[in-house]
């Protein structure tokens, strides 16, 4: 099963303040590299450089990545991974998908890219798990770690 990974998959893999999370990416991204089953859109290279490089409140200001880390990393997912490109027919298709499925344009055009490719599955938190969208099955790769327990680090050992 070849399965297309959303910006938020990427993106969790270098977020340190959600544990559970960048775990669950981490092996997503491992496991489907290791078995060549990952495809990656265009469209998720270039949300990661924005979406990792964007100032934090809740890292005082910093992004998870600086600017020169980000393009890095964005080069080593064009050499890891296959990556697609749009056509006509992904822009065409998002088009119908925005109007069918009532996605946003971004979401539809992420589906687009799994639909006319003929992949199986669109890895993402950010559709409902489980629905299918024409011929493509959504799955959340993060159900499991929002059921985990997160405990807060103890801030001193007790003596």
Do not use: C
Not at 72 to 100: C, H, N, Q
Not at 108 to 114: D, E
């Amino acid at each position: 099963m070849t399965s297309l990974v959303d910006t938020n998959v990427l993106v969790y893999a270098h977020d340190p303040l959600d544990p559970a999370k960048q775990k669950a990416a981490v092996t997503v991204l491992r496991d489907g590299l290791a078995r060549e089953q990952l495809v990656l859109p265009h469209q998720a290279i270039v949300e990661f450089v924005s979406a990792v490089g964007r100032p934090r409140k809740d890292l005082g200001g910093a992004p998870l990545l600086e600017r020169n880390v980000a393009l890095l990393e964005a080069e080593d997912l064009i050499v890891r991974f296959p990556v697609l490109y749009p056509d006509e027919a992904v822009l065409r298709t998002s088009i119908w998908g925005t109007l069918t499925y009532q996605l946003s344009w971004y979401d539809a055009h992420l589906w687009a890219y799994a639909e006319v490719n003929g992949l199986d599955e669109i890895l993402s938190e950010d559709f409902e798990h489980g629905r299918r969208y024409g011929s493509v099955r959504v799955r959340d790769p993060f159900l499991e770690a929002a059921d985990e327990i997160h405990e807060l680090p103890a801030l001193y050992e007790a003596p």
